[in-house]
């Protein structure tokens, strides 16, 4: 067996497009409370990461009709935590 340094496994990790995937949608999923508030945050959950389209899943229509308006402020404040482009749209459930 052909021993791997260790660099070499991480650079190809953090390469792999899955990976990066998961570590926006895991960076997202921590500062939710500071993207949209705390209050927000108790009714509206983070479901997923699909091909730029962040999908979440509110409790209730008060808080979906409340990010619906808040899109525009809700796109910028995730562009400054996971880098702008990579979530083009919410999707609220």
Same mark, same amino acid.
């Given at each position: 067996?052909?021993?791997?340094?260790?660099?070499?496994?991480?650079?190809?990790?953090?390469?792999?497009?899955?990976?990066?995937?998961?570590?926006?949608?895991?960076?997202?999923?921590?500062?939710?409370?500071?993207?949209?508030?705390?209050?927000?945050?108790?009714?509206?959950?983070?479901?997923? %990461?699909?091909?730029?389209?962040?999908?979440?899943?509110?409790?209730?229509?008060?808080?979906?009709?409340?990010?619906?308006?808040?899109?525009?402020?809700? %796109?910028?404040?995730?562009?400054?935590?996971?880098?702008?482009?990579?979530?083009?749209?919410?999707?609220?459930?």
């Amino acid at each position: 067996m052909k021993n791997t340094p260790i660099t070499k496994i991480l650079d190809g990790l953090l390469r792999d497009k899955r990976y990066q995937k998961g570590l926006r949608l895991a960076l997202i999923e921590e500062r939710w409370v500071e993207i949209v508030g705390e209050q927000i945050a108790k009714y509206a959950h983070v479901q997923g %990461l699909e091909r730029g389209r962040l999908l979440v899943k509110c409790d209730h229509d008060v808080w979906r009709a409340t990010l619906h308006h808040t899109k525009p402020e809700l %796109l910028g404040r995730i562009a400054e935590v996971v880098g702008k482009g990579v979530v083009k749209e919410v999707f609220l459930d």
